[in-house]
């Protein structure tokens, strides 16, 4: 299955600096849902501190997120399904200034 | 550690979690209890003759209380009489076995003692209210229970003043906890040394800028006798998140405990929000907000199955509030409100008669 | 001694038990307001909002605050901070709606748009600056000058006289950049650079940041004869201040630090009119107008969520509690809005500008030595005890208050 990953707001730092990451997810015979994804992308693509990326089983407090560029409280969280093509984005609201 | 203390050169033992400064025991006793001695005469806390009730819980804080309190009273000549004061809420597993730390205490000590149970005062053991309101603001009823029990017994033993154990730590992690609940009322009086109004003994907190950490190093280097384990019916899992943010807060700079309590007392509240107006019970004749205190309101509410309606929205409160005055109206003067009974009949026994 | 207790009870959070209850039951598939709309967001507690009314509720929100507290007057220059993160640009296009010729009930004060730059502190390559000022002339309708302000500035000696000249001969400029001075910028941005990494802790760093940063404001205010100041700071930016001012023996202060309008300078007036607002719909209010994120760095940004600093703690602590017991910021803030600025007051702080308590300084002996208890608030005297010798003597030296009461003050 393939994703697109977009960062944004100061996310990207996490992710070496690149804002937009193309990403084939292994086969697996579950379902890929937010729930699942966000440690694999912790553990796969993270290039800084875990820590500041997901606190428990979620993301951190203060990072939002969309799924095809509708807030995922719409889509159901942590609950939602993954499917191909789809593009996920974080935006850091985090301080700054 | 290869360090050398700060104040005299010999090996150092610790580090101060104050302010990490490296100390050797003997040292560390000195500032320890110094500071406490300047506390309590900076803020005049104790007079010449008066009779002091330490709350004895049996746990760090009031075991170390009881210890210094005797050393600091014999040292300077405070000219006190102490006594320990105990508080018996029924909580089997839990209280027996404090309980038997706090009558340790009495002979290590040498100080006369008093038990007092909410069985004998109220009519119910904690044990009890949980069986019958479930875990949920179990924790509100023993604190007003509590709170009442230790005037009461110092009352009985013809105390100037009550002192409790609470430490810097508590203090600051209840500023805290008031911020965070948005209770601007407590937060005046939770930074006091010394809290008391008109009629009811003064309660003060020697340990006020005492942080907890060294509490627990002096009586474990000093080897006091303590009891270690938390209330087994305090689930209280927001508290929990402000004593985390303040161990946190105090990795970065151990200074911020003392510096919290500084915030707490300089809030000034304005004006215009209302403060509760003090009055008295009409049951039983102690402090209240309203025409029945909260252990009368409780206690009520606990005897007649209706347990919740103590706690919760203004309007149900105020029902019940106005019900039970009327009935205590009715009863007369000493009124027959049920429960409350027993805090009328408990005379002076000869024994506390004779501690003096 | 069982605290819990003893200090008065729980507060397990059942109203918050509550909220979350009634949250996973809301519907999600429609808007919440119009009923009819696409959902777009969902805000508060689990309220899902077409953009059409999510627009309506937040330029509701910000006017709705300003026009409660009376703020702004007719011809009012009104300093607008801009740091470029998101609440900041959110802050300036709802601003902006005020302008717009369609709208009723205008605002007719005269904004001037400051940046701040501090990049040079920053080691992550790229100021964000020209993204700042390229979005700044994208805003529609608003009439506006725009001010360049490189950080560095407020160690200049004479930074106001000099500022003031430069002001003086480019006034009718439409874009002010301070960076035109006839400065060695580089060598100020190397001191600066400096004395900052003679700060020892980062919490101390982040304070005195942010200190001179409302120096420059408060200068600029001066200069340009400007009584107003608007802020960005967020709910949870305010939130998570309280609990940092609390940690630093500001409490007496709160006020000033976490109000709607913060009067801590007399005759200037700071307003944090995004106080009610949450990143979110900051962020979300972006996406409606297609604005993209700008990324905005601070001394903590990459370190430890817990023990990288107080303002982080303060800050991951706030959020945290939020995620988990949703009434949290709100009742925060209401408990700030109880309290009162105090009156037995008789200077500002040197370097955070505060009113100052008059109090028994529990004073270390490095603070003893510059004679400078009576001019600190007990934050400052935190801040400054965590710094080396030469960062001590520097930023207290470069205050500007006095100047900047001068300005002010009718005596």
Known sequence: MNITIELAGGAELLFGNQRKHEVTLPESDKQWTMATLLPWIRDNLLQERGELFMQGKSVRPGILVLVNDADWELAGELDYVIENKDNIMFISTLHGG | ?356 | ?411
């Open chain 3, 1 to 411: 001694m069982c605290s819990t207790a003893s200090f008065g009870g729980n507060s397990c959070g059942s109203r918050d038990e509550e909220m979350i209850k009634r949250k996973t039951q809301k519907r999600r598939d429609v808007c919440f307001k119009c009923k009819t709309g696409d959902p777009f967001v969902v805000i508060r507690q689990g309220d899902p909002f077409c953009g059409t009314c999510f627009d309506t509720h937040v330029i509701h929100k910000f006017r709705q605050g300003l026009g409660k507290t009376k703020i702004l007057y007719p011809g009012d220059k009104l300093l607008v901070n801009i740091s470029g993160n998101v609440s900041s640009l959110a802050m300036l296009r709802l601003l902006a709606t005020g302008y717009d010729t369609a709208s009723h009930k205008k605002i007719t004060a005269d904004p001037k748009i400051v940046v701040v730059d501090d990049s040079f502190m920053f080691d992550s390559g790229e100021s964000p600056v020209p993204a700042i000022l390229r979005e700044v002339e994208r805003v529609p309708d608003m009439p506006r000058q725009v001010f360049v302000v490189p950080f560095q500035l407020v160690f200049l000696s004479n930074f106001r006289e000099r500022c003031k000249e430069f002001y003086e001969g480019n006034k009718d400029r439409k874009i002010v950049d301070f960076n035109e001075m006839r400065v060695d910028f580089e060598k100020l941005a190397d001191s600066a650079r400096s004395t900052f990494s003679n700060i020892e802790t980062v919490s101390a760093r982040e304070d005195i940041h942010r200190s001179l940063r409302l120096q420059i404001l408060s200068t600029l205010a001066g200069i340009l004869h400007s009584t107003k100041i608007m802020m960005s700071d967020t709910s949870t930016d305010l939130a998570a201040r309280l609990l940092s001012s609390v940690a630093v023996g500001r409490g007496a202060n709160l006020p000033h630090e976490t109000q709607y309008l913060d009067n801590r300078l007399p005759g200037v007036t700071f307003i944090n009119c995004m106080r009610e607002f949450t990143p979110k719909e900051c962020a979300y209010y972006l996406r409606r107008l297609g604005v993209a994120p700008i990324t905005v760095l601070t001394h903590s940004t990459l370190l430890d969520p817990i023990v990288g600093s107080v303002n982080r703690l303060t800050d991951t602590f706030i959020s945290g509690l939020q995620a988990t017991f949703p009434s949290t910021i709100s009742t925060v803030m209401k408990t700030s809005a109880k309290l009162q600025p105090m009156s037995n007051c008789s200077r500002n702080c040197d370097v955070c500008l505060l009113p100052i308590i008059q109090r028994e300084a529990d004073v270390t002996d490095k603070m003893s030595e510059l004679d400078l208890e009576d001019k600190l608030c007990n934050g400052c005297v935190i801040a400054l005890s965590e710094c080396e010798q030469d960062v001590r003597e520097i930023v207290p030296k470069s205050s500007n208050v006095k100047a900047i009461l001068d300005e002010f003050l009718i005596s």
């Open chain 2, 1 to 356: 550690m290869p360090t050398e203390c700060v104040e005299c050169g010999k090996r150092a033992i610790l580090k101060r979690p104050k302010n990490r400064k490296a100390l050797c025991k003997d040292c560390f006793y000195s500032v320890f209890e110094y500071e406490i001695h300047e506390t309590i005469t900076k803020n005049r806390l104790f007079k010449p003759g008066e009779t002091i009730a330490i709350g004895a819980s049996g746990g760090k804080d009031s075991t170390v209380l009881a210890h210094i309190m005797k050393l600091l009273n014999d040292r300077y000549d405070y000219g006190l009489n102490l006594v320990l004061l105990s508080i018996d809420e029924g909580i089997s597993g839990y209280r027996d076995d404090s309980l038997e730390t706090v009558k340790r205490n009495q002979i290590q000590y040498s100080l006369p003692l008093k038990i007092l149970s909410y069985q004998e005062l109220y009519g119910w053991t904690m044990d009890a209210i949980v069986k019958e309101i479930g875990m949920k603001n179990n924790c509100t009823f023993c604190g007003v229970f509590r709170r009442q029990a230790l005037d009461r017994g110092a009352a009985m033993l013809k105390c100037d003043k009550i002192v409790t154990g609470h430490n810097a730590d508590d203090i600051a992690e209840t500023v805290i906890m008031n911020i965070l609940r948005g209770d601007i009322a407590r937060l005046g009086r939770c930074t006091s040394i010394s809290t008391g109004s008109e009629g009811m003994i003064s309660r003060c907190k020697p340990f006020k800028y005492t942080y907890e950490k060294e509490i627990v190093m002096y009586a474990h280097f000093k080897k006091l006798d303590y009891f270690t384990t938390e209330c087994i019916y305090s689930p209280n899992a927001y508290r929990g998140h402000a004593r985390t943010f303040l161990k946190d807060l105090e990795k970065i700079r151990p200074r911020a405990i003392l510096d919290i309590i500084t915030s707490g007392e300089d809030m000034a509240i304005k004006e215009e929000v209302r403060m509760p107006i003090q009055s008295t019970c009409q049951n039983c004749g102690y402090i209240a907000s309203s025409e029945l205190c909260k252990a009368c309101i409780m206690l009520d509410g606990l005897n007649r199955g209706r347990p919740e309606l103590s706690i919760g929205k203004n309007n149900k409160r105020k029902k019940i509030l106005k019900m039970t005055a009327e009935k205590a109206k009715e009863a007369g003067k000493n009124g027959k409100l049920n429960g409350a009974n027993a805090v009328h009949d408990i005379s002076v026994s000869q024994d506390v008669e004779n501690m003096f």
